[in-house]
């Protein structure tokens, strides 16, 4: 048999050569899973922080939304105040309690204004499907096809801040 065939003999010197290479190889799989074990740690504390923040948000959101239906309950007692006091008044002068009602309607548009929502004059304007519900149309002679005649019920707010659309008669071509 030649030289090429005959198996190694694994001598003393091999054996320490292989040794060293094992040995780094086991040293590197130790940092190694050390470092996952550290990556792993860092996932489990960024979950932890994200539902936290996630929890803290929820609150700060609910908070807010408490406050904003406490500041706008607080814009409204002026006005149950006004009509608390046009009732009592009510039996005494029924005809004050017109110029009071009045008053307190004034007051409540005013609220609604300022938290803003204001009421819109559409009469007279052209008929917008975005801001306008026709509730029926009218053929009127002067008058421009889909010109507002008369608003039924009046909008209030614009644009993406309308709490409602206005009800129009609209008028139409004869």
């Known amino acids: 048999m030649s030289e090429a065939s005959e198996p190694e003999e694994v001598t ?3 054996a320490e050569e292989a040794t060293p290479d094992v040995a780094g190889l086991q040293a ?12 792993e740690d860092r996932w489990r504390r960024a ?3 994200l539902d936290n923040l996630r ?4 609150r700060d959101a609910d908070r807010v939304r ?11 007692l002026p006005v149950l105040d006004n009509l608390e006091r046009a009732l009592e008044h009510a039996e005494s002068d029924p005809a004050s309690i017109v110029e009071g ?3 307190i309607r004034d007051q409540a ?7 803003g929502f204001p009421r819109r004059d559409d009469a007279g304007t052209e008929f917008d499907p975005a801001r306008h519900e026709a509730v029926a149309t009218l053929a009127q002679e ?8 008369h608003v039924v019920r009046p909008a209030y707010g614009d644009g993406e801040q309308q709490l409602r659309p206005a009800l129009v008669v609209v008028a139409k071509g004869e």
């Open 28 to 39: 590197r799989a130790a940092g190694l899973q050390q470092r996952v074990a550290e990556l």
């Open 142 to 149: 002067g008058v421009p096809d889909g010109t507002i005649l």
């Open 101 to 103: 009602l009045r008053a």
């Open 66 to 76: 408490v406050e904003e239906r406490a500041r706008a309950a607080v814009e409204w």
């Open 47 to 49: 979950l932890a922080d």
């Open 55 to 58: 929890k803290r948000v929820s």
């Open 12 to 14: 003393q010197e091999t």
């Open 109 to 115: 548009l005013d609220v609604l204004a300022r938290l």
